[in-house]
């Protein structure tokens, strides 16, 4: 494992607390680049979630989702053109939240031709209503030999701090991980929870490279709670994995695993992003207590 890898961890690890007491403890962080930067390990995904409107109503929970998103500590947003109206959503809410020097502004580049890239992360960076992005990301390698060239572009230009290239439901899994190697990418987005651990070998190769690894789909798209019905929790959970409840189980394993920098669970419900958030303090499991986590919700089917 990577050595600042191991130090990013070893807070963790050496905090008594559980996950009942978490919101006690500061937000986790992990190191992204070589410059000493780091980021909370639990962000936001939009996808679905924030998808809607001009009606106040709908925007009201996805206001609060922000608000309690940054009052706990987060960091990363994740979104896309891809995404219908959540990228016009957030820039409608973000000005009038609290978040300076918090927000981490993830979005990406998605499509098929590379002369269109350009003009789209424009209006991106329009629609967000930011001064430049965080992270911007080829979706799903979409015609990325073209997109990374205006990515690198726009990187030397101050417009964009990490660039790298999503994938999901394990389809490109080693080509992802071969682009951030050859190419020399700093973050590989790429889906990773309880009934998909396919992706463990491109986040251990990525994260050799230094790259940030950002996990999509952490709930299987919300499948993992179904899954799970209602299940309690292994009464071993609270006290020796720190989780209150399935959403802090779900996004424990996944950013106990050393290779992760962040997952981006995706929500529209203030209650559900507080259980979220939760996940992102406190004590993280080691790799025996993963591996009997993994086992435990694997008797559930
Ligand atoms: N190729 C790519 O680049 C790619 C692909 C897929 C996803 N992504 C990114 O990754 C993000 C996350 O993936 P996802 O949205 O597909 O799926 P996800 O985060 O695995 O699951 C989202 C679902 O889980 C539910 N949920 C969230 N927190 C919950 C909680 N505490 N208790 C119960 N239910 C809860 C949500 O419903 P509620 O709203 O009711 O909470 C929603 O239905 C996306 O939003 C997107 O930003 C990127």
Not at 48 to 68: K, N, T
Not at 110 to 117: C, I, K, V
Request: charged share 25%; net charge positive.
């Amino acid at each position: 494992m990577d050595r600042r890898r191991v130090l990013a961890l070893a807070p963790a690890a050496s905090l008594a607390a559980m996950g009942v007491r978490a919101r006690a403890d500061p937000a986790l962080r992990r190191p992204i680049g070589r410059a000493g930067d780091s980021l909370p390990v639990i962000g936001l995904g939009t996808w679905l979630a924030f998808d809607v409107g001009s009606d106040p109503a709908e925007q009201a929970p996805r206001r609060e989702v922000l608000r309690r998103f940054f009052a706990a500590g987060g960091g990363m947003i994740d979104s896309s053109p891809m995404y219908g109206n959540a990228e016009w959503l957030l820039g409608q809410l973000l000005p009038d939240l609290p978040h300076a020097g918090r927000l981490w502004a993830a979005s990406k580049v998605w499509t098929p031709l590379g002369a269109l890239g350009p003009g789209q992360l424009d209006r991106s960076l329009a629609l967000w209503r930011v001064p430049r992005f965080d992270v911007l990301l080829v979706h799903n390698l979409l015609n990325w030999r073209a997109h990374l060239k205006t990515l690198r572009k726009w990187k030397d230009d101050g417009r964009v701090r990490w660039i790298g290239v999503s994938t999901s439901h394990g389809r490109s899994n080693d080509e992802a991980a071969r682009l951030v190697r050859d190419e020399s990418l700093d973050v590989l987005q790429i889906t990773y929870n309880l009934v998909d651990p396919s992706a463990e070998a491109a986040m251990n190769r990525a994260a050799e490279r230094d790259a940030a690894v950002v996990i999509n789909r952490p709930f299987d798209g919300g499948a993992l709670f179904d899954r799970v019905g209602r299940t309690p929790l292994p009464a071993w959970a609270p006290s020796e994995a720190g989780c209150a409840n399935w959403a802090q189980f779900f996004l424990k394993w996944i950013v106990g695993h050393p290779a992760v920098t962040c997952a981006i669970p995706a929500t529209r419900n203030p209650a559900h992003l507080d259980e979220n958030m939760g996940a992102g303090r406190g004590r993280l499991p080691d790799g025996d207590l993963r591996r009997r986590m993994q086992a435990a919700f694997a008797k559930l089917s």
